[in-house]
């Protein structure tokens, strides 16, 4: 005889979900050309007190081959991830190769003209200054009676 289960419609569904995800994953992303790094490169961006920072994942990128480029509340990360002479017949092949473009509007204005950007260990850095206007303040109430 068997026991008796107790179905959650939800988990039964959030399996589904999970399962039809990984197939779509599978049948159309797994084999291009361009793997999770390579049209789109990974992107954080941070909020500290008084600036902005993003890390962008280029590894094997030349700092020669990227261009970063901002305004008062936008963010463009382009360049060009140069493709490696082969070594032979590829049998499996997910780094990405080719031109990329990341454009972010940024959720505080920032002094575009202090904007530092480095490159180390294939990781971009970019520290961008909040302007004053954004940063909390007191204001003292004088009084004038």
Same mark, same amino acid.
């Given at each position: #005889?068997?026991?008796?289960i107790?179905?959650?419609?939800?988990?039964?569904?959030?399996?589904?979900?999970?399962?039809?995800?990984?197939?779509?994953? +599978?049948?159309?992303?797994?084999? #291009?050309? !361009?793997g999770?790094?390579?049209? /789109?490169?990974?992107?954080?961006?941070?909020? %500290?007190?008084?600036?902005?920072?993003?890390?962008i994942?280029?590894?094997?990128?030349?700092?020669?081959?990227?261009?970063?480029?901002?305004?008062? +509340?936008?963010? %463009?990360?382009?360049?060009?991830?140069?493709?490696?002479?082969?070594?032979?017949?590829?049998?499996?092949?997910?780094?990405?190769?080719?031109?990329?473009?990341?454009? /972010?509007?940024?959720?505080? %204005?920032?002094?575009?003209? +202090?904007?530092?950007?480095? !490159?180390?260990?294939?990781?971009?850095?970019?520290? #961008?200054?909040? %302007?004053?206007?954004?940063?909390?303040?007191?204001?003292?109430?004088?009084?004038?009676?």
């Amino acid at each position: #005889m068997r026991d008796l289960i107790r179905r959650e419609p939800r988990n039964e569904l959030e399996r589904f979900r999970s399962g039809f995800d990984q197939l779509f994953t +599978d049948a159309f992303f797994r084999n #291009m050309p !361009f793997g999770e790094q390579g049209a /789109f490169p990974a992107v954080d961006l941070y909020d %500290t007190e008084g600036a902005l920072v993003a890390k962008i994942n280029l590894p094997g990128v030349s700092i020669d081959d990227v261009e970063v480029s901002t305004n008062n +509340d936008t963010l %463009t990360i382009s360049g060009e991830i140069k493709a490696e002479p082969e070594e032979g017949d590829v049998i499996w092949q997910e780094r990405g190769q080719g031109r990329f473009y990341r454009s /972010f509007k940024l959720p505080a %204005t920032i002094k575009a003209d +202090d904007v530092e950007a480095k !490159f180390k260990s294939g990781v971009l850095r970019i520290e #961008m200054p909040k %302007t004053d206007e954004l940063r909390s303040r007191t204001v003292k109430v004088k009084d004038e009676g």
